[in-house]
């Protein structure tokens, strides 16, 4: 998370990623990996992807650093079009844990955007419809697993219930599910970026979602659930990491009866102080008394 400079220093101690070598990646490319590593299409498109966990015979913990593996990895490096130094992005955690690190992505993503300029219109409208492809299919995936364990609860066969509640944490950490958000979230900014600078159309349309790992924590906070609709769209992301590590923008209250309105949209005319301050002052129930903050 270190990319994100102004709260980098504020963000590592609660939001640690660790590294999971159960599944190495073999950088040989996003495509093609998951057969690479030896998992078959039954236990993930059948199993895993569809809900059904009587498909899944491995220990969770593989597909937690099989995703790792596949969604980070690969993703970047399908993006960036050559191999990751993956050691530079590990440094070690107080634990005796490698932890990941993002302070050497911003030079990866510098050196990608430079390449895509220098290149010929066609050649850097392939590579941008590589790297969109690969994070359309990333973001697609990642909706799906996460869709199943937070439905876990709701299910209503006894087995399936049982084994998303007891393993779906596992299968897919919730700062695991962090960090490929935010990688995403990097690499798509950039595609908008080049693409635009270039003149080249057909830029991502879908935005990368805010982990419910993270909603959950906010409202654990004591942030009322009508105000989560900031925290989903263009700049909802980054709004919800800012809110998590700045007291300021907490508020307490008894929240039981509250619900979330519908999700914001964003609009060319939007900014980033308009956003911010939508944030603090919008009070839709539940006012705070002045200078009270809801740590809990």
């Not at 960036?80 to 992005?89: A, M, T, W």
């Not at 690190?101 to 050497?104: D, F, R, Y």
């Given at each position: 998370m270190d990319?994100?400079?102004?709260?980098?220093?504020?963000?590592?101690?609660?939001?640690?990623?660790?590294?999971l070598n159960e599944v190495p990646y073999d950088n040989k490319g996003f495509s093609g990996f998951d057969k690479r590593a030896g998992f078959e299409e039954g236990e993930l498109a059948n199993g895993l992807f569809v809900g059904n966990g009587s498909l899944v015979r491995r220990n969770p913990s593989m597909y937690a650093s099989f995703f790792q593996s596949w969604w980070y990895w690969g993703l970047l490096h399908e993006?960036?079009?050559?191999?990751?130094?993956?050691?530079?992005?590990f440094e070690p955690g107080p634990d005796g844990y490698e932890i990941l690190?993002?302070?050497?992505l911003e030079r990866e993503l510098r050196q990608w955007a430079e390449r895509l300029q220098n290149m010929n219109p066609d050649n850097a409208r392939f590579c941008i419809k590589i790297a969109t492809e690969t994070m359309a299919r990333v973001k697609f995936l990642l909706k799906l697993l996460t869709g199943w364990i937070e439905k876990a609860p709701r299910m209503i066969d006894a087995l399936n219930k049982q084994f998303w509640l007891l393993n779906g944490p596992t299968i897919l950490p919730n700062d695991l599910e962090l960090s490929i958000c935010a990688l995403g979230y990097a690499l798509d900014f950039t595609v908008k970026a080049v693409s635009t600078?270039?003149?080249?159309?057909g830029s991502i349309r879908d935005e990368w979602p805010t982990p419910p790992g993270l909603i959950h924590t906010l409202e654990y906070q004591g942030f009322?659930?009508?105000?989560f609709q900031h925290f989903?769209?263009?700049?909802?992301?980054?709004?919800?990491?800012?809110?998590?590590?700045?007291?300021?923008?907490?508020?307490?209250?008894d929240h039981s009866k509250c619900t979330p309105v519908n999700q914001i949209t964003s609009s060319p005319t939007t900014t980033y102080e308009n956003i911010l301050s939508t944030v603090v002052t919008a009070r839709t129930c539940c006012p705070r008394k002045p200078g009270t903050i809801c740590w809990k």
């Open positions: 990319h994100f400079p102004v709260f980098s220093h504020l963000l590592k101690p609660i939001i640690s990623v660790k590294r993006c960036l079009r050559q191999p990751v130094e993956i050691d530079d992005f690190t993002t302070k050497h600078e270039l003149g080249l159309s009322c659930r009508s105000d989903h769209g263009t700049y909802g992301f980054v709004i919800a990491l800012m809110a998590v590590i700045l007291p300021g923008l907490n508020r307490g209250g």
